[in-house]
């Protein structure tokens, strides 16, 4: 990635961009430069597919911080199903990597036979290059799609407070890699900030131990779910909505009589915490 920095005149006229030692070059502009900002950088990011140009830039508006209000969304991620809501909502984790890691196996085999450098070499490595890269554009569409969908009908959003480091080891290191827990908080929060709805993360310990009711049964992954928003929302110093105890859902278990619980996690990064916000 190459970064050209500090441009006195906006660079941009049309579908042309003028770079310094490149002068005038083509580009598809995605969409246009709003009124009223400037462009600061622009960063020129070589992928298997082509070169991408990044603009960043800025705007003497003040966006001020979203407050707690409206419908409480409380947050459970897992490697059974990508994440539950405190909703009742059930998410399955998709499986980019493992749908086409037999196919990159392949390739990668076939390389190693290849001459370095020949100019089979270089298609079948571009091949493979371009399969990464597929696999990278679906896990973040599908991520980017699913944190509007939670967004859309939320005024507060919970989430756990995860050592995505930590967690991302040991027997399932390689499907919680997949899965990019970390790319979706990032994306769900950029998508509360645009859309005003408050997020803030809780102390994830005994998520899954922990019973809303006693009697109560629903699917695991939505009762942690329903402790992350009730935490939530407890410790922001607003009522808890009340939950329809009772109710019996489809795959229900007894959290009382649940043999496995889920170690306790801690940290996710890049979000205030709830004691950080006040």
Known sequence: MRVFPQFKTNPVKGDLIKLPELGWVKMRLSRPIPDGFKLKQVHILKKASGYFAMLSLQCDVQVPDATPHGHPVGIDLGLEKFLATSDGELIARPRFFNEL?????????RLKHKK???????????????GNQRIHDNQKDFNVKLAHHIVQNAGRV??????????????????????????FINILQS?????QVYLAKVNADYTSQQSPQCGYTTDRDVAAAQIVMIRGV?????AVPEIAWGEVLPGVIDLGKC??????R?????????????
Do not use: Y
Request: aromatic share 8%; glycine share 8%; with cysteine.
């Open 259 to 264: 043999p496995r619980a889920r170690k306790p």
């Open 101 to 109: 890691h037999r196919k990159l196996k392949l390739l990668q085999r």
């Open 266 to 278: 801690k940290q996710f990064l890049g979000i205030p915490t709830l004691n950080e916000v006040g």
């Open 116 to 130: 370095k450098g020949s100019k089979n070499w270089r298609k079948l490595n571009l091949k493979i290059a371009r």
């Open 191 to 195: 998508v509360c900030w645009k859309q």
């Open 234 to 238: 407890g410790a922001a110093g607003l």
């Open 158 to 183: 919970f989430v756990e407070d995860l050592n995505l480091k930590t967690w991302a080891k040991g027997m399932f290191s390689k499907h919680r890699l997949d899965a990019r827990f970390g790319q």
